[in-house]
């Protein structure tokens, strides 16, 4: 069965931090791309990491700008995305993605891209 159960977001205050975890079922874990996206109300979705598995090589959108990394875990099938220096403008619905395995990454961050998707986990920044 085919799983992303997305956890770890919640309200911070501007310049705070969170975490937040994809566990992945097995079959989309290995030598796959996977990403983070985000969408906010009104908005489309956008992407903001991704990483291929096997090489745990990254993608960033320049947004980011320094403040966010992606990274796994492969003892425990688990993606990440620990972002810094949270702001307002990050306040969205966070995804986590995976493609088929042994595809690839574009590297276009593009949702389309992507096959199998999580439930979300919201993050919020006060202004």
């Known amino acids: 069965q085919v799983q992303l159960v997305e956890s770890g977001g919640g309200s911070v205050q501007a310049g705070g931090s969170l975490r937040l975890s994809c566990a992945a079922s097995e079959y989309i874990y290995r030598s796959n791309c996977m990403a983070w996206f985000r969408q906010a109300p009104g908005k489309e979705r956008q992407g903001v990491a991704e990483i291929y598995t096997g090489t745990r090589a990254t993608n960033y959108a320049d947004f980011v700008e320094g403040r966010f990394t992606i990274s796994t875990d492969n003892a425990k099938n688990t993606l990440y995305l620990q972002m810094n220096s949270l702001k307002p403008e990050d306040t969205a619905m966070y995804y986590c993605?995976?493609?088929?395995?042994?595809?690839?990454?574009?590297?276009?961050?593009?949702?389309?891209?992507?096959?199998?998707w999580g439930q979300g986990t919201q993050v919020t920044v006060p202004s």
């Open positions: 993605a995976a493609d088929n395995p042994h595809r690839g990454c574009t590297w276009s961050l593009r949702p389309y891209d992507y096959t199998y």
